[in-house]
């Protein structure tokens, strides 16, 4: 297993609620990123960042926002969570070596906003 | 631009037979192939990639994938299914000139094992 951790694994929350979704590496990795995973079980980038203060949006367009403060944290935010944003998020890092290097992933967030 | 296809959504195979996962890419230059597997609930795991060389790769599990250049091809493969294997099972590429650009991920091919 990877050294890359997501907290929390499951989280009910009502609409309207502002949450944060954490994750953290041990790797020293620069790149990090997160993916949403719709039901049909597609992976969708939203943001991802190139190491400290680097933020960038992803394919699909997100309301959520990200921030890169330290290299090994990199937490996930809804301002105002909505039934729509129900679905599971992964994160995910790979080292500064180019570009033949595998990514490794969390276990994962289940999001339900009801 | 780079683009990954797994032509099959639901792939289904009884325990003992040899399975296979399609994917298909689409890359400027030599492409980085990477297949993960999803099990439940669960982050994705690697389980190998091609970068340069023998075309026939093999990885964890007992899965093995082989690189087709003319074909745009990097199947997942196994000689005997186990119901263990019932999975998520992604494919996804980087070209290897595009530098720090995140993969590109295949839209999924969920695999069941049948006993």
């Known amino acids: 297993e990877a050294d890359i951790y997501q907290t929390p694994r499951y989280l009910v929350i009502g609409t309207g609620k502002k949450i944060t979704l954490e994750c953290s590496q041990t790797?020293?990795?620069?790149?990090m990123y997160w993916y949403q995973q719709d039901p049909g079980m597609e992976l969708h980038l939203i943001h991802y960042?190139?190491?400290?203060?680097?933020?960038e949006k992803g394919d699909l367009s997100s309301e959520s926002t990200v921030s890169r403060i330290r290299t090994e944290h990199f937490p996930l935010t809804l301002e105002s969570a909505r039934p729509s944003h129900t679905s599971q998020y992964l994160c995910?890092?790979?080292?500064?070596?180019?570009?033949?290097?595998?990514?490794?992933f969390g276990q994962g967030t289940r999001l339900t906003v009801v | 631009a780079q683009s990954v296809a797994q032509p099959e959504d639901q792939v289904n195979v009884a325990e003992g037979n040899p399975l296979t996962v399609k994917c298909t890419y689409s890359v400027s230059g030599n492409p980085y192939l990477f297949w993960y597997v999803q099990y439940p609930n669960r982050g994705l795991q690697f389980l190998l990639k091609y970068i340069t060389g023998d075309n026939l790769v093999k990885g964890s599990y007992g899965f093995e994938a082989e690189f087709n250049k003319s074909q745009t091809s990097f199947h997942l493969k196994k000689p005997s299914a186990l119901v263990s294997d019932s999975a998520l099972y992604f494919c996804?590429?980087?070209?290897?000139?595009?530098?720090?650009?995140?993969?590109?991920f295949g839209k999924g091919t969920r695999l069941s094992v049948i006993a």
């Open positions: 960042s190139y190491g400290v203060n680097s933020t």
């Open positions: 996804a590429v980087r070209a290897s000139t595009a530098g720090n650009t995140p993969l590109v």
């Open positions: 995910a890092s790979i080292p500064w070596t180019g570009g033949n290097t595998e990514a490794f």
């Open positions: 790797m020293g990795h620069d790149k």
